[in-house]
């Protein structure tokens, strides 16, 4: 089994990079946030839940957020392996990943995490918002998550590294470049 986290501030690129290495891997790409969205315009409750926090430019509660990753973790066709897209955010969910893990007989194998220039992520955030028409992407919305992102979720890349799994990659450039920086770590540590 081959599981992948992805970390990055919102706007790096994971969901782009995300697709490119599951399809190398062979492994569903599964993102939190692509989940909440799916919910929120089904508006199923936990899509109305997820909204109400996201709107504020705030990650949805654990209690939420971790139910719904560990019955998708579950699911047959993440069975030879995962790559994870916006999960773990805190330390504390990274510590429920590892028990979710250990659970379905596997371990996290690798951490990448994506590192852009806040200001070019904030650039990224509003072409994306003007294209797909995001209610979720205002600029000031997109500078609280940056500050909520640089609160919560670095402490993770923290706790990966120490444990020896994180590897930083460049977010400068093309796709095709951060792709071929995501694929280089991939092909020494095969």
């Given at each position: ?11 790096a690129g994971?969901g ?14 599964i993102?939190?946030g ?7 315009a ?11 926090f996201?709107d ?13 990753v ?31 893990t ?19 992520v904030?650039?990224?955030m509003?072409?994306r ?6 209610a979720?992407?205002t600029?000031p919305v ?21 444990q ?10 093309t ?16």
């Amino acid at each position: 089994m081959t599981a992948i986290i992805l970390l990055g501030p919102p706007g790096a690129g994971k969901g782009t990079q995300a697709s490119r290495i599951a399809e190398r891997l062979g492994v569903p790409a599964i993102s939190t946030g692509e989940i909440f969205r799916t919910n929120m315009a089904e508006g199923t409750e936990i899509g109305k839940q997820a909204k109400a926090f996201m709107d504020r430019g705030e990650f949805v509660p654990d209690s939420v957020t971790n139910a719904m990753v560990k019955a998708r973790l579950a699911a047959p066709d993440a069975a030879g392996g995962f790559l994870l897209d916006g999960y773990p955010r805190t330390v504390a969910q990274a510590h429920v990943l590892r028990d979710m893990t250990m659970d379905l007989g596997a371990a996290i194998d690798l951490v990448l995490e994506i590192q852009v220039d806040e200001d070019e992520v904030v650039a990224r955030m509003l072409k994306r918002a003007e294209e797909l028409h995001r209610a979720d992407d205002t600029e000031p919305v997109m500078r609280h998550r940056l500050e909520v992102y640089h609160r919560q979720t670095e402490p993770v890349a923290t706790y990966y590294a120490d444990q020896d799994l994180l590897h930083v990659v460049d977010g400068t450039g093309t796709v095709d470049e951060v792709t071929d920086r995501i694929f280089a770590i991939l092909d020494r540590l095969a």
